[in-house]
């Protein structure tokens, strides 16, 4: 037996396989980042996901940010209603705005609603939401739904959980102090960027949120590893969304 240390790479970083019948499934959607000086073994025919992913709580809020050049993928979460009805009536008036401007929406957490309103580009899931999600068969029915799937990490395992699921791409967070979410996780900082990336296939694109409140720290973060940046302030608190829209777009470059 030798001991070599922690893991270092994704290719020896083992997964965890929450249910048996996700062992002979498929990858969900693949995507790949908009630039990327890594393996080219990124298939040519995957889904560009933006250099940013603005996430914003109403309608209002997402038709005022896609206006923006720039913004080519958006995320809708429901802080002030769990009411199924109420949040599919939103999704179908926010799927109605982004494919008038090409923008690609994501859900966060509510993936019945998602495939009930059909149109929609990707589920975003936490760790809960997750593991509720395979219980409930969720899985199967968000990929024959043809739907992308984005998820949450804060740790080891939970990155192991994530990867056992093979989606579409692996968030990390809070990178630094916030304050838009009661996150039980201490920040994690550059340098767990630049171990997630190792961890990570090069062909999984790694988003990076929380506390990325402008485009300097935006800049730190995209040359620590993270292919894209989810952003909440940064934009919807911007006195110019579509300056500030362009400006973390250039700093992710």
């Known amino acids: 037996m030798r001991h070599t240390g922690f893991p270092n790479s994704h290719q020896n970083f083992p997964s965890?396989?929450?249910?048996?019948s996700l062992l002979s499934t498929p990858s969900f959607l693949r995507m790949k980042?908009?630039?990327?000086?890594?393996?080219?073994?990124i298939s040519d025919d995957a889904v560009t996901l933006g250099k940013i992913l603005p996430i914003?709580?109403?309608?209002?809020?997402?038709?005022?940010?896609?206006?923006?050049?720039?913004?080519?993928?958006?995320?809708?979460?429901?802080k002030d209603t769990s009411e199924y009805s109420v949040i599919v009536d939103r999704i179908r008036q926010a799927q109605?705005?982004?494919?008038?401007?090409?923008?690609?929406?994501?859900?966060?957490?509510?993936w019945k609603e998602?495939?009930?309103?059909?149109?929609?580009?990707?589920?975003h899931l936490g760790q809960e939401d997750l593991a509720a999600c395979?219980?409930?068969?969720?899985?199967?029915?968000?990929?024959?739904?043809?739907?992308?799937?984005?998820?949450?990490?804060?740790?080891?395992?939970?990155?192991?959980?994530?990867?056992g699921v093979r989606p579409s791409y692996i968030s990390l967070g809070p990178i630094f102090q916030t304050s838009s979410k009661d996150v039980k996780f201490d920040p994690q900082g550059l340098?767990?960027?630049?171990?997630?990336?190792?961890?990570?296939?090069?062909?999984?694109?790694?988003?990076?949120?929380?506390?990325?409140?402008?485009?300097?720290?935006?800049?730190?973060?995209?040359?620590?590893g993270a292919d894209c940046v989810a952003v909440i302030g940064a934009v919807t608190g911007a006195n110019n969304i579509g300056e500030a829209v362009e400006k973390l777009n250039e700093a992710m470059n």
């Open 16 to 20: 965890i396989v929450l249910a048996p």
């Open 33 to 41: 980042p908009t630039q990327t000086t890594r393996s080219s073994t």
């Open 56 to 78: 914003v709580d109403t309608v209002e809020l997402l038709e005022n940010v896609i206006a923006a050049v720039g913004v080519n993928d958006i995320q809708l979460r429901f």
């Open 96 to 110: 109605s705005l982004c494919k008038s401007k090409g923008v690609k929406l994501w859900i966060n957490d509510h």
């Open 114 to 123: 998602a495939i009930e309103c059909g149109g929609c580009f990707g589920i």
């Open 134 to 163: 395979v219980a409930d068969g969720g899985l199967e029915k968000i990929r024959s739904s043809g739907l992308a799937l984005g998820i949450s990490t804060h740790s080891y395992s939970e990155l192991s959980a994530a990867l």
């Open 191 to 224: 340098e767990t960027i630049r171990q997630w990336r190792k961890l990570i296939a090069p062909d999984v694109p790694l988003v990076a949120i929380g506390g990325i409140s402008n485009d300097k720290i935006a800049k730190e973060v995209r040359e620590a």
